[in-house]
């Protein structure tokens, strides 16, 4: 909706008359009141079609609980190729953030559809479970590597720091329990996932407080600095 008032105040702009333009980009009154309405409009949207998105999400959650194993075979082979590959040739990997950065995230999301139906029964065969609980400990190595690129190609902000280990947190998560029995499994899975959940938003939360500034660099060639102090 935001996207549609802001499309209508360029095209008017483009013909002499700013006043939408002006009210969308200085107005807080505007922005709050609009964003109310849609808010609200959303929620009703959202009521009358519960079962529909229900479906939707079904739907999607089906689709990565069999697009799972696909993901965790090329995973599985790229870790493969890739040490074949650094033991053939040291030179560094210019691309490697670049594959790691989606690999990861879709593993994390798959992954957590694999386990979102609760205590529904898996269709996957044994050999295929070995396999998956494999891939967990080989993510959490991906996630291992992809944060130690990070930090060797860039300064972490405090905000990125925080969310890279929550990101740490649940690999490590996924590859410890790799191997237990399914409802234990479960159980700590969920465990694993509020706690880094709840550790994530309170942090972010405490760490950008108004009355606070924060600065945190990090680098694997400097030791971390930071400071908190009132903002006066």
Known sequence: MNA???????IFKTV??????????SNVDFHFIANTIFFFIGIGITQQNRALIYNLR???????????????????LYVVLYAINLA??????????FILIPLNG????????????????????????????????CLFFLV?????????????????????????????????????????????????NIATALFFLITLILLNLPFLSIELNVALIAPVKATVFPAF
């Open 144 to 192: 291992l590597l992809m944060i130690a690129k990070i930090f060797e190609e860039t300064a972490v902000e405090i905000n990125l720091f925080v969310g890279l280990l929550a990101l740490l947190f649940l690999s490590l998560t996924y590859a410890a329990t790799a191997f237990f029995p399914k409802e234990k499994q479960i159980k700590w899975v969920c465990r694993g």
């Open 58 to 76: 079904f739907l999607l959650l089906k689709m990565m609980y069999y697009l799972f194993p696909i993901l965790a075979v090329i995973s599985v």
């Open 106 to 137: 879709l593993g994390i999301l798959f992954f957590n559809a694999y386990f979102q139906d609760g205590k529904s029964p898996s269709n996957y065969p044994k050999a295929l479970e070995w396999f998956l609980g494999v891939y967990r400990v």
């Open 4 to 10: 549609l008032i802001l499309l209508a105040a360029t």
């Open 16 to 25: 002499g008359n700013e006043v939408l333009w002006a009210i969308y980009f």
């Open 88 to 97: 053939n040739s040291p030179q560094p990997n210019t691309e490697l953030l």
